[in-house]
């Protein structure tokens, strides 16, 4: 069965670094998504993507963040200068944009540490 | 409270019982929809209920939605230890993307 796929697993970064998460969104997927949650909290919506650029973002998706799409198959994540408040998992999700294909599916999430 | 609040907060069970963990959000949905989480893992979605559905069933889940009281239920049946995980709903409402908005989650603990 085809799967969302993320990379690193884990990551540890210095305060004020550059980090680029990665995600292998689902092939004829075309609605990608970026969440987080941090430890011991609810699972936020960061930002989606379709057709090249951003459809939604909130307030937690500033000028630190941006996501890309390099290529057919790749979706990127990067945060400028990372703080000590953005360790938490983060989360892709891709979605099909046929008609009645709702459910979002997550990958298995990149765990970031800020020292 | 919040859009997709669960409760019980946590929820501790014998293998072999009924586990039901409840949802309530606030605005009007597209649809809800479960996921569970293994301690420190990804999201696995079980289950999605579209907001003209009332009930509906994969397995040994069961998934009832009231969209008038805006809550919505879901059952394990026959519990087992492998079912131990967090399980939270999310809300497909506002947003062109569809983005969801997920619950604070269930912590259910399935006891051999």
């Known amino acids: 069965e085809p799967e969302v796929t993320q990379t690193p697993s884990h990551q540890v970064t210095q305060m004020g670094q550059e980090v680029i998460l990665r995600c292998v969104p689902i092939?004829?997927?075309?609605?990608f998504y970026w969440y987080r949650q941090i430890l011991g909290q609810k699972v936020e919506f960061l930002v989606s993507f379709y057709n090249n650029e951003i459809s939604e973002k909130s307030e937690i998706f500033d000028d630190q963040f941006s996501v890309e799409r390099p290529d057919g198959s790749n979706f990127t994540l990067k945060i400028r200068s990372t703080k000590l408040e953005d360790s938490a998992m983060y989360f892709c999700?891709?979605?099909?944009?046929?008609?009645?294909?709702?459910?979002?599916?997550f990958g298995p999430g990149t765990r970031l540490l800020v020292l | 409270s919040q859009q997709g609040e669960e409760d019980p907060q946590a929820l501790s069970i014998q293998e072999g019982e009924n586990a039901t963990m409840n949802c309530s959000y606030k605005t009007s949905i597209n649809n809800l929809q479960w996921y569970r989480q293994n301690s420190g893992r990804g999201l696995v979605h079980l289950i999605l209920?579209?907001?003209?559905?009332r009930e509906k069933h994969s397995g040994r889940l069961r998934v009832t939605l009231d969209t008038s009281k805006k809550s919505s239920s879901l059952l394990i049946t026959a519990s087992r230890a492998a079912d131990t995980a967090s399980y939270f709903c999310?809300?497909?409402?506002?947003?062109?993307?569809?983005?969801?908005?997920f619950g604070s989650g269930t912590q259910l603990t399935v006891l051999p």
């Open positions: 092939s004829n997927h075309l609605y």
């Open positions: 209920i579209r907001s003209n559905e």
């Open positions: 999700a891709s979605r099909d944009t046929r008609l009645a294909q709702e459910t979002q599916y």
């Open positions: 999310a809300t497909d409402a506002s947003g062109s993307a569809r983005q969801l908005t």
